[in-house]
């Protein structure tokens, strides 16, 4: 395979210099997704990809991976890289509170193949776009109890050990990847990045808060968890219990160092997004309250976290980049763009 890959970017590079335009021909999804399937190698504790569709919309496929931590299956959808067949970093995307979907189909759900430009925008990038499915309200982190409701939650080691070297194997990982999330995976991200800085060499936090074992992190935390019908005592005990305190991205925010940090927010106030015309909006009175209420809120209390995380950074003396924006609510226009001005600093790190 990897001769027959040499060959092609030499023929590749030689027609470029004779100034003979080089079009990729690409595989049909069907096909991609089968030999991704084939290829995928199980994860050292047993973590196995089960199956691969290409479901759409256009090149995305569902790759269905059994969780050896969770003892269920998770779908994962995949945007492969422009040549699926040539190394990729990845680029996960974490989604927010209904871990992107209330439904079976994630397609009918909020998320960040749906609600963002994402499948277009990455469509030319040599790189794997990852975007797990579930864990509504989990704080995507290892739970100390199964809950009776929401079942058994085993998220970071599943995002940390068992899905990365599946996806590497199965779509030619190179091993540097980046993650970004929004709202409720803010904190999640991080903890991602602490726990395996040399794979998750970006991160990026848009819309959240980090730190989460203060009281009003408690607090917040508890909030959540409870809304989506979990008990938040399954997941790190009760208030005072360590298990908050190890799971705080602040508290250790010095395992940051050598991870590249973006974050932004809005401030709650109306912004050039938040109008009837706004992405989603759809000229619905309705909707558009919705967002300024509810997601200004929001944003009002995500920027007050994120200059704490600032600060916390600055006296570390860890590099790490900030965008405060003048006005913008709790909402997927907004994320769009960041997720844009996350990728004009990762595309460097991840595309060989």
Same mark, same amino acid.
């Given at each position: 395979?990897?001769?027959?890959?040499?060959?092609?970017?030499?023929?590749?590079? $030689?027609?470029?210099?004779?100034?003979?335009? #080089?079009? +990729?021909?690409? @595989? /049909?999804?069907?096909?991609?997704? !089968?030999? =991704? *399937?084939?290829?995928?190698?199980?994860?050292?504790?047993?973590?196995?990809?089960?199956?691969?569709?290409?479901?759409?919309?256009?090149?995305?496929?569902?790759?269905?991976?059994?969780? $050896?931590?969770?003892?269920?299956?998770?779908? #994962?959808? +995949?945007?492969? @890289? /422009?040549?699926?067949?040539?190394? !990729?970093? =990845? *680029?996960?995307?974490?989604?927010?509170?209904?871990?992107?979907?209330?439904?079976?189909?994630?397609?009918?759900?909020?998320?960040?193949?749906?609600?963002?430009?994402?499948?277009?925008?990455?469509?030319?990038?040599?790189?794997?776009? #990852?975007?797990?499915?579930?864990? /509504?309200?989990?704080?995507?982190?290892?739970?100390?109890?199964?809950?009776?409701?929401?079942?058994?939650?085993?998220?970071?080691?599943?995002?940390?050990?068992?899905?990365?070297?599946?996806?590497?194997?199965?779509?030619?990982?190179?091993?540097?990847?980046?993650?970004?999330?929004?709202?409720?995976?803010?904190?999640?991200?991080?903890?991602?990045?602490?726990?395996?800085?040399?794979?998750?060499?970006?991160?990026?936090?848009?819309?959240?808060?980090?730190?989460?074992?203060?009281?009003?992190?408690?607090?917040?935390?508890?909030?959540?968890?409870?809304?989506?019908?979990?008990?938040?005592?399954?997941?790190?005990?009760?208030?005072?219990?360590?298990?908050?305190?190890?799971?705080?991205?602040?508290?250790?925010?010095?395992?940051?160092?050598?991870?590249?940090?973006?974050?932004?927010?809005?401030?709650?106030?109306?912004?050039?997004?938040?109008?009837?015309?706004?992405?989603?909006?759809?000229?619905?009175?309705?909707?558009?309250?919705?967002?300024?209420?509810?997601?200004?809120?929001?944003?009002?209390?995500?920027?007050?976290?994120?200059?704490?995380?600032?600060?916390?950074?600055?006296?570390?003396?860890?590099?790490?980049?900030?965008?405060?924006?003048?006005?913008?609510?709790?909402?997927?226009?907004?994320?769009?763009?960041?997720?844009?001005?996350?990728?004009?600093?990762?595309?460097?790190?991840?595309?060989?």
């Amino acid at each position: 395979m990897w001769g027959s890959m040499v060959r092609r970017l030499a023929l590749a590079t $030689a027609l470029a210099v004779a100034g003979v335009p #080089v079009v +990729v021909a690409q @595989a /049909a999804p069907e096909t991609v997704a !089968a030999r =991704a *399937l084939a290829a995928a190698e199980p994860a050292p504790d047993g973590s196995r990809a089960v199956a691969a569709v290409a479901n759409g919309p256009g090149r995305v496929i569902d790759l269905t991976v059994y969780s $050896a931590a969770m003892g269920r299956p998770i779908t #994962v959808a +995949v945007l492969p @890289a /422009a040549d699926p067949d040539a190394p !990729a970093g =990845a *680029l996960y995307l974490i989604n927010g509170v209904d871990g992107g979907t209330d439904t079976a189909d994630w397609r009918e759900g909020s998320n960040w193949l749906t609600k963002t430009d994402a499948i277009d925008f990455f469509g030319t990038a040599q790189a794997t776009i #990852v975007m797990p499915i579930g864990g /509504a309200g989990s704080f995507y982190t290892d739970w100390q109890a199964d809950d009776p409701v929401t079942g058994r939650h085993r998220w970071l080691s599943f995002l940390t050990q068992e899905l990365p070297p599946i996806i590497d194997s199965a779509f030619h990982g190179t091993g540097r990847d980046a993650v970004a999330g929004l709202s409720m995976a803010s904190s999640a991200v991080f903890r991602m990045a602490q726990e395996a800085p040399r794979r998750f060499r970006m991160v990026g936090s848009f819309s959240g808060c980090v730190r989460t074992s203060d009281p009003a992190g408690q607090a917040m935390v508890a909030s959540i968890v409870t809304a989506r019908r979990g008990n938040p005592l399954n997941m790190w005990g009760p208030p005072g219990d360590p298990a908050w305190a190890a799971n705080d991205p602040f508290l250790h925010a010095e395992k940051l160092r050598g991870v590249q940090v973006y974050v932004s927010t809005g401030n709650g106030l109306p912004g050039p997004l938040d109008t009837l015309s706004g992405p989603g909006i759809a000229h619905s009175p309705v909707k558009l309250a919705d967002q300024l209420l509810i997601g200004g809120v929001l944003d009002g209390i995500t920027v007050v976290c994120t200059r704490m995380l600032r600060d916390r950074l600055a006296e570390l003396a860890i590099p790490a980049t900030f965008d405060f924006r003048v006005a913008g609510t709790h909402s997927w226009g907004y994320w769009e763009r960041d997720m844009h001005a996350f990728w004009e600093r990762a595309a460097g790190l991840l595309t060989p």
